[in-house]
């Protein structure tokens, strides 16, 4: 079966309600269907939801993770920030575990080079330490070091807060740590703050998945997320190196049907095959907004269904920044900015648009403000 780009766009948007905002008002199945939402910067999960929710409201977020702790945020895919279902962390967790903690090690090893080491028994005391300190409380990265001075006694402040730094990621990536209420507005981290996830879901038990069968897992909700897709955007959405990547991959292949993109061999979750036949080539799909490093943007590494390559440099940036965008007929058409200090706004797009698809934005984009600066 082959398929054109704009197919795979369609199915992709569809899946990830970007053609009709989704009607049904507990975000975690949205946030489900997309793998969890980037949540590297504050206002990113509200403007991913309110783009894929009808009638969002930031307070549906807040309760969610904030009081109910229905969610749970951490580093996750990529080493990055990211929000899933309290149900689902265990597979996430697991899964990635291997990978996050060799990233630590390699962390470790320049944390060394650059005179800020700790012998193996300092390092484990201070990780038990920090353990021990939020099983009961959240805290700051400032509040921890106050805490743990004596260990880290002879190291300049830099390799202090670094070292806390690493430790609260390794003990993230085992699964002991999350993330808590930051301090700071709705849209802007100020501090981060963490907790156990003893504390954050009281009487947590840890999960005994394995860890190829939770790779698995995450393959498959991969694939039924972001299909059709190549084994490559799998390793490059999930950060999983390619032998473990390639292992879940073959785990789940007898569910997955092979279709060509533009004659490039993909995958897809065999039941959805008849879904992506049905996208319409000319459908007229309307303008949206989403935040920087949103999750549409970030699941495939060939991005040429929803992205030129000549515009690509404007989108994924230096120092592995990712700008907000907007999507007009299917494709980022541009990026955006806008600052809450002065309620200041700026619209780039990549090409003049057409007066339809001007006011289509510009109607859309006066949503996102009054949403952003709604009390």
């Known amino acids: 079966m082959d398929f054109t780009l704009r197919k795979a766009s369609g199915f992709s948007l569809m899946r990830h309600s970007l053609v009709e905002r989704n009607k049904n008002s507990n975000l975690l199945t949205v946030i489900s269907f997309i793998c969890g939402l980037n949540t590297q910067s504050a ?17 549906q977020y807040d309760k969610a993770l ?4 229905r969610l749970i945020r951490t580093w996750l895919m990529r080493g990055t920030v990211h929000t899933v279902p309290r149900g689902e962390y265990p597979v996430y967790q697991k899964a990635l575990e291997s990978y996050q903690v060799a990233r630590r090690e390699r962390g470790e090893r320049n944390l060394e080079k650059m005179g800020f080491g700790l012998e193996p028994k300092k390092r484990t005391k201070l990780e038990d330490r920090i353990a021990e300190l939020l099983t009961h409380d959240s805290l700051t990265i400032n509040e921890l070091l106050d805490e743990t001075k004596p260990i880290l006694e002879g190291l300049p402040y830099k390799g202090k807060r670094w070292r806390i730094v690493h430790a609260v990621r390794l003990l993230s990536n085992r699964g002991i740590v999350c993330h808590a209420e930051h301090k700071g507005s709705w849209y802007h981290f100020k501090e981060n703050r963490f907790t156990s996830l ?7 038990r840890s999960s005994k998945v394995d860890g190829n069968e939770a790779r698995a897992k995450l393959a498959l909700k991969y694939f039924t997320g972001y299909g059709p897709a190549t084994l490559a955007d799998f390793i490059y959405w999930s950060g999983l190196k390619s032998p473990d990547a390639k292992r879940a991959f073959e785990i789940i292949k007898s569910k997955l049907v092979e279709v060509t993109i533009s004659g490039r061999v993909n995958w897809l979750l065999a039941q959805d095959a008849d879904i992506l036949e049905g996208i319409p080539e000319s459908a007229d799909y309307p303008v949206r907004f989403l935040p920087e490093f949103d999750s549409l943007v970030m699941g495939h590494k060939d991005k040429t269904r929803i992205l030129s390559d000549e515009c690509r440099k404007k989108v994924l940036l230096r120092l592995a920044d990712v700008a907000p965008v907007f999507l007009v007929r299917g494709r980022i058409a ?3 900015k806008h600052k809450m200090s002065d309620k200041s706004f700026e619209l780039e797009p990549f090409e003049k648009l057409g007066k339809k698809e001007q006011t289509s934005v510009d109607e859309e984009f006066a949503g996102l403000r009054g949403f952003m600066e709604r009390d």
């Open 43 to 59: 206002r990113a999960a509200y403007v991913s939801l309110w783009s894929r929710i009808r009638n969002f409201k930031r307070s």
């Open 66 to 69: 904030f009081t109910d702790k």
């Open 198 to 204: 003893q504390h954050w879901l009281k009487g947590h």
């Open 334 to 336: 541009g990026t955006w």
